[in-house]
């Protein structure tokens, strides 16, 4: 077998992640070792390496024992010379092999390099052709034997890797990493909405059913007009017969959907590059559920060319009016009955120039359901987008007397944290949605629902922002809730008082005389065998509890989970790093100083990305002790490396004295109180903002007395 061929090439930024170091290191590396390797690519600011070059540096120099499969396979994507979206391209189609043919994978694999890149034009042509037809209608392009070539061994660490996780979720980890890298090219919609959108189309009630009885009917085709990179499509579940559409307008992102969507599941997937509002590749065909993500505020939407096309049957929009647009694109796809969920920004429900549309969904009973999401839910994360549920007329339909209106804002953690709790979300819409289904309307529940009477609506206005309909929750300024949370807070104080260190603590102490101890760093405690240091992928089964880096800079319980972690599903087949009693956890961005260590309530969940894991041998160190120096200030400063206005922590550069274990507990029981003190502080402030808000709502809602001037 001749060499490989590997021009994979690497940034100071993979160097840093190869090595578990921030960047700042492997530019000080590059200044104090004159066989650090030279730069084989890049710009003179940010230049890049030979791989297989720097692995060899690492090693000889002990920076690295072995580069993980999952690592080694991503920096070969990332630095393929044709870019990372044409090596997810050749990687989607090897997978496909891999998972349809596997003997013949197996075939031409077994050869060198170059005779391999020759073989695989024709074994992937005939896979591709198998999965999604003929060449002329499929967005999936063969690469050729030339283009192959640099990618094989790319090629064969996938293959590899797909030994150990699966084709699947190989795929799913590159593309993960993908679009976690470059934020900024693809609008994503995150695992949570997808799945929600995906299970409100298919809870409807089977085609000819009143809505009230029966049960849900599993959709045969689906539709994404735009599909970006999948992720609606992906959140459908898989039957054997299912008919998968996507259309993008970006050749790329419909190549990658197609790829992704075959390493899924059986289903037929067709995939087009096309202007979906110009040329709709679809015209020919309906869909029992169309799901959507339109791409938001587009001026440039066809508006001129396209003002007498048929699918305005309920209104022309107006140039700003493009996610209505997008909305009668749905429903001229759809089969009669058929269910359509698109996510909208939550001006189409109120801005004037939709008013007349709106106007006509509802009175032909097209619009069912406007659900508000959380703010954060997708991008863009600062508003709180909406998910419009429509249904399809057909000729013998009466048109629904109501409207259901869901608001989940308040659907948030107990303790007030700001990140969704997917689930409570998920389940405050399904069961408000299922009711409507099954039932035809939905009594009042304040706060929350409401099926709001359709002529109520058809005013000048055609408002359907949910909260402007539905009554307060009636907790909001409840007196005996209230009293409960002032009961609260006075405890909260009292413990917060009694923790509070005593003056003699905060008495400076005399250490002109007293020798300090000399320090260390946690990179040469690692080397020494005194702990050891991981970092967090959020990775795991699907529904694994993640620690996030918001749930140690507040003390909350896991928050995470890792079926939403990333914007992909959690996988199964990847046993996550999981926390255990005595470890110390630290965010690496944001600037902040923060160290946890576990207890018996947080172990066990899977550490999410951005956070480092300390694991102190018990017999060398203890875990308050390490976690009280790691957060001191000054620390901090030394080992962050700034850029623009974010900051990203070198762990291994934060110091610490270098004390026996009984020189240790004596500063270890003052930062365990420390903890308690920050706890009960925090909890106070949490209490004190419950008891003000409330306070307010009841004032101005009229459940609270103004009382005695």
Known sequence: MTPRNDTTEVTAAGIARLAGVGRAAVSNWRRRHGDFPKPVGGTETSPSFALSQVEHWLRAQGKLVEVPLRERVWQQLAGHPAGPVAALLHTGCALLLLRDRPTDWLAVSAVSDERMAQLLPDALDETVAMRFGVRRRRAVRVPTAAELLPTVPLLRGAAELASELGAMQTYEFLLGRQTDANPRQYTLTPAGPAELMARIAGSTAPAGSSGSTGSAVPARTVLDPACGTGALLRAVPPRPDQY???QDSNPELAALTALRLALHSDATVRTMAADTLRADAYDDRKADVVLCHPPFNERNWGHDELAY???WEYGFPARSESELAWVQHALARLTDGGTAVLLMPPAAAS???????RADLLRRGALRAVVALPAGAAPPYNLPLHIWVLRKPGPAARPAPELL???TAGVLAADGRDKQLWPAVQDAVLDAWEHVERHGTLDERPGAARSVPVLELLDDEVDLA?????????????GAELLAVRHGLGEALRRAADLAPP???LTPSDTEDTPRPPLTTVGELARAGALTLHTGTGEGPGGTPVLTDHDVLTGAAPS???????GTHGSDDVEPLRTAPGDVVVPVFGGGTAARVIDEATAGAALGRGLALLRPDPAALDPWFLAGFLRGTANHRQASSYASTSARLDV???????LPLAGQHTYSERFRRLAEFEDAVRRAALLGDRLVRGMHDGLTEGTLPPGAA
């Open 244 to 246: 998968l559409y996507g």
């Open 309 to 311: 096309d048929p699918r």
């Open 351 to 357: 801005r004037r120039s939709g008013r007349r549309i």
């Open 405 to 407: 209106l869901v608001e």
């Open 466 to 478: 949910p909260a402007r309909h539905l009554p307060p929750p009636a907790a909001a300024g409840d």
């Open 503 to 505: 003056p003699d603590d």
């Open 560 to 566: 995470g989970t890792a079926h939403d972690s990333n």
């Open 652 to 658: 291994r550069r934060l110091q610490l004295p270098r």
